[in-house]
């Protein structure tokens, strides 16, 4: 494809997730407050925050029924997480009805169902190897960039589903093959790039921008690396553990993660043998894979 997608549609990230990731923790007492009336704006969201604070894993004698109840219970930074779950999975739902739904094709690993679950998954992936790293202040941060990390691969879709169905096509038989040259091949540039004007658009903190631009290369240069390796590290667990394709090239960039991360063979054996099991009975995981159910 010789010519560029044109992005016309980039769609718009609510300002109630835009005003959360900028919010600060610095004073609890003000922070939850305004954490809780930034909330109260979106009534759907609302709801689905009061919903998650009454489910079985959190519910109590009394039923929740306010956000600062709801705060409280869940803590300031899950309540965070939940927020951009809940508004990225709004977006990745335009591009939902894109896709032949009559195709076999899009059954496969490459479904747009599949995508979803893979940023989900490596969301919760990059907040827990940056726990085992001790970097639990940055923890919620670090689940932003893992949901975020594929988000041009959704503004393509959105932008040219005709040409995405033969991306999927070429990804499918192709799997040895660089994702990203196969992107530029079809679409002109590749995912990383796009999610990087995206964000832009949205003014999103440079710490995100950058992870999301550079989670594929093998040269970083941001001052952000450690974030943008955890993320890489997350992304290539989050295909392991959903049973993709592995080239030669995923396993050696998996071991440089590892090395340059400085983590034990200990931790990549708990992530490839209980990990899974034990974050499906997290009630935030179980109901952030069923939003575009």
């Known amino acids: 494809m010789n010519n560029k997608t044109e992005l016309k549609d980039i769609p718009i990230m609510p300002q109630v997730a835009t005003k959360i990731i900028k919010l600060q923790e610095d004073n609890l007492d003000i922070s939850f407050k305004e954490l809780?009336?930034?909330?109260?704006?979106?009534?759907?969201?609302?709801?689905?925050?009061?919903?998650?604070?009454?489910?079985?894993?959190?519910?109590?004698?009394?039923?929740?029924?306010?956000i600062q109840q709801a705060i409280t219970l869940l803590g300031f930074k899950t309540i965070k997480s939940l927020v951009l779950l809940v508004c990225?999975?709004?977006?990745?739902?335009?591009?939902?009805?894109?896709?032949?739904?009559?195709?076999e094709l899009y059954k496969s690993k490459s479904s747009e169902i599949e995508i979803w679950r893979h940023l989900v998954l490596t969301a919760f992936l990059?907040?827990?190897?940056?726990?085992?790293?001790?970097?639990d202040q940055y923890n919620e941060e670090i689940f932003i960039a893992g949901l975020l990390h594929d988000i041009g691969r959704i503004i393509l879709l959105i932008n040219n589903s005709e040409a995405y169905e033969g991306f999927l096509e070429t990804l499918c038989n192709k799997t040895e093959q660089d994702i990203l040259s196969i992107e530029e091949e079809i679409f002109g540039y590749h995912h990383a790039e796009v999610g990087k004007i995206v964000l832009e658009k949205w003014n999103f903190p440079d710490e995100l921008i950058d992870t999301v631009y550079q989670h594929h290369s093998t040269s970083v240069d941001s001052a952000h690396k450690k974030m943008i390796l955890i993320v890489a590290l997350a992304n290539l667990y989050s295909r392991i553990l959903s049973d993709e394709s592995f080239s030669d090239r995923d396993v050696q960039q998996k071991e440089e993660y590892?090395?340059?991360?400085?983590?034990?063979?200990?931790?990549?054996?708990?992530?490839?043998?209980?990990?899974?099991?034990?974050i499906e009975n997290d009630e935030l995981?179980?109901?952030?894979?069923?939003?575009?159910e």
């Open 36 to 66: 809780g009336n930034i909330i109260l704006l979106d009534p759907a969201l609302t709801a689905k925050i009061l919903k998650v604070a009454n489910s079985a894993l959190y519910a109590r004698q009394k039923e929740i029924t306010s």
């Open 88 to 103: 990225a999975s709004n977006i990745f739902g335009k591009s939902k009805k894109r896709l032949k739904s009559s195709s």
């Open 126 to 135: 990059a907040r827990h190897i940056s726990t085992s790293l001790n970097l």
């Open 258 to 278: 590892m090395k340059a991360l400085n983590l034990t063979p200990e931790i990549d054996e708990y992530i490839t043998t209980h990990f899974m099991k034990d």
């Open 285 to 292: 995981f179980t109901m952030s894979t069923d939003l575009i």
